[in-house]
């Protein structure tokens, strides 16, 4: 019964201790993430253009996970790449292997440092003007010096393992001798009588010997349980010796109990759990206890050890689930930077404005932990991609537009050149219409490089400036002279609105006579004339229209006038006037001929070809009406109206 027992609690022992073991090593295996990885958002962080290192370039190789308030330590005390390097090189002469995690975070430090010098001196180089497939960066002086001191503690270290290794193998034939001989000891009752101060010597040395091959503590220790336990069954000795060795392995077993207890109050989960498995391995290396209380001495650790192991495990379950949460996170971020749409920015501050906002992405980035490592370079990678199409788009667009600035600069320049070849003309109505179409090519054309902006503005305002000056000193006169022609002219039209409102039998007449005065006006400013004809178009039309005269029969009274007044100044043939009249006549006649051919030729079904027709039937209509009148003032050329005859006339003229 006592025998199970103590079998039990080995074997108990041996199961808490592999099954925790090997949920810390699975536990810790999934929260690791490559220390790489944490250093590669400062990468985000360096310039908007990404820059691909030459392959001679060393990449810092992938190393462990450093705890984080480790790395803080760490960083802080090196804020250069010289202390980089110096303390390297402390280490390689000091002669001795040097800590691993301090190795691999110097390793990551120093590469930070010197891709951030290739990084500064690219972008110095691209705004230098240069091409990006052209940037070489410099030999780093300090590279091969940190490389020497590396290869160094590489070899130091790889030299230490091999004699650890050899040393492992030692101790392994050397337990193995301890195991056979003690197996011999707990073969006869008086071989274990005999032999009990050696037994005691074997156990002191079998403490004594640590480190063996890894694959073989578990068989080792297995065995050495199970010779002790059959050595002490054996064992015939006085009941006070064998007691007092219960009682001194009891005292350490109740010992390792509390502590074992005392670790569930660490707020520190892996610590508590690190020196838990001191303790269980502290067990293994204490002999058995009375048969009688081995059950109960056991189960007591055992409960203490599940707590801790719980503890363990739920931490690592929170810390998986953060890493989940954090995976979500990371990838709402890829899934922003993805979304954006780069085709409808189009000027610096659309590009400027998502800059900001992918900058503020990567802040974000890094306030997030760590994913699952499965995952944690993936989504970096995934990241960085997102970011650096971005950056890449960007770089082409104001490539472009570079472009595009250089061509308007060259545009504006000429137009500068112009208008100061002009400045100085005299010209000023045909070189003012050339510089008012000048300023309308300078609105047309788009921006140029802000250095040359100002000054080439100042150029062609002053080239214009100074002509349109020099013209408006120059017509000075000319403007007041169209002035007061403008104030006639609205003199004239007040009359003629006043004779539309009064009744008479002299309003034609009198219209007559201020449309003579109109035409002997001067010019007005061009912007007034449109608006000023428009306006006495309209009131002598209305009065012609209210007193039932048509226009036709206007001109036609018009020319009746103006032949009478020739007869009595001439006295003389007209046949030179109704020779070209009678021209005119037969040509309009061709031309409505020609027109109404062409009408037979359009196709009228389709949408042009009705315009096209409506547009013809109109010009006929209109030469038809012109045919008419020239006819009637051949007619007057062929039978003249005499003087007293055409005071006759008029007076009808007038009463109608």
């Known amino acids: 019964m006592m025998d199970s027992l103590e079998t039990n609690e080995t074997t108990a022992i041996e199961q808490s201790s592999e099954i925790t073991a090997e949920q810390a090593k699975e536990s810790v295996a999934e929260a690791t993430v490559e220390a790489t990885v944490s250093d590669a958002p400062s990468s985000l962080e360096q310039s908007e253009i990404s820059v691909e290192l030459p392959d001679e370039v060393e990449q810092p190789e992938e190393t462990e996970q450093i705890p984080e308030t480790e790395q803080e330590i760490i960083q802080q005390t090196f804020r250069t790449k010289e202390e980089v390097v110096a303390r390297i090189q402390e280490i390689a002469q000091s002669g001795e292997a040097g800590d691993k995690t301090e190795l691999n975070l110097l390793k990551q430090l120093f590469y930070k440092f010197h891709n951030s010098e290739i990084q500064k001196a690219f972008n110095a180089f691209i705004e230098a003007g240069g091409e990006e497939d052209k940037f070489m960066p410099q030999i780093d002086p300090e590279e091969p010096v940190f490389r020497e001191a590396m290869q160094t503690i590489r070899e130091r270290r790889a030299a230490i393992q091999e004699a650890q290794e050899k040393q492992k193998q030692d101790n392994l034939k050397r337990k193995l001798e301890i195991l056979e001989r003690i197996q011999q000891l707990a073969s006869t009752p008086e071989e274990a009588n005999q032999n009990f101060d050696e037994f005691k010597a074997l156990q002191t040395e079998w403490k004594e010997i640590k480190a063996v091959p890894a694959e073989r503590a578990t068989e080792l220790w297995k065995n050495y349980q199970l010779y002790v336990e059959q050595y002490y069954d054996l064992l015939k000795l006085g009941h006070e010796l064998r007691d007092y060795d219960f009682k001194k392995n009891l005292e350490i077993k109740a010992r390792l109990i509390s502590q074992a207890e005392a670790l569930a109050e660490n707020p520190d989960i892996l ?158 109505r045909s070189t003012g219409d050339i510089l008012i179409n000048l300023q309308k090519q300078w609105k047309e054309i788009g921006t140029v490089p802000r250095k040359y902006s100002e000054d080439l503005w100042k150029r062609f305002t002053a080239a214009c400036d100074h002509f349109f000056e020099a013209r408006q000193a120059a017509t000075a006169d000319t403007r007041n002279e169209e002035k007061a022609n403008k104030e006639k002219k609205l003199g004239i039209i007040a009359q003629l609105k006043e004779l539309a409102e009064t009744e008479g039998e002299n309003i034609i007449a009198q219209v007559r006579e201020l449309q003579q005065k109109w035409n002997e006006v001067g010019h007005v400013p061009f912007r007034d004339k449109e608006a000023l004809y428009k306006e006495y178009r309209a009131i002598c039309d209305k009065i012609y229209d209210a007193y039932g005269v048509s226009q036709a029969k206007r001109r036609l009274n018009n020319f009746r006038q103006g032949l009478q007044q020739r007869i009595e100044k001439e006295s003389g043939s007209l046949d030179t006037e109704r020779q070209r ?3 005119a006549y037969e040509r309009m006649l061709s031309e409505i001929k020609t027109y109404e051919n062409n009408i037979g030729f359009l196709n009228s079904s389709s949408k042009k070809g009705n315009s096209l027709v409506e547009a013809m039937n109109k010009k006929i209509e209109k030469l038809r009406s012109e045919l008419n009148l020239l006819a009637q003032k051949i007619k007057m050329l062929d039978a003249p109206i005499l003087p007293q005859e055409q005071s006759e006339e008029q007076k009808t003229n007038e009463q109608e």
């Open 581 to 583: 009249m009678q021209r």
């Open 271 to 428: 610590q508590a759990f690190n020196q838990l498995q001191a303790l269980h391995q502290e067990w293994k290396e204490t002999g058995p206890v009375a048969k009688e209380i081995r059950e109960e001495v056991w189960a007591k650790f055992k409960e203490a050890s599940t707590i801790i192991n719980k503890k363990h495990q739920a931490y690592f379950d929170a810390l998986k689930a953060r890493e989940e949460e954090n995976l979500t996170k990371k990838t709402a971020l890829c899934e922003q930077i993805e979304a954006i749409e780069t085709e409808s920015l189009k000027t610096f501050a659309d590009w400027d404005a998502v800059t900001q906002k992918i900058k503020e992405l990567q802040a974000e980035w890094k306030t997030i932990g760590f994913a699952p490592q499965k995952m944690n370079t993936v989504i970096f990678e995934r990241f960085r991609q997102a970011c650096d199409a971005f950056f890449e788009k960007k770089t082409a667009f104001f490539h472009d537009l570079k472009e595009e600035l250089n061509a308007n600069l060259a545009k504006k320049k000429e137009l500068v050149e112009k208008a100061e070849a002009l400045m100085e003309s005299t010209d000023w």
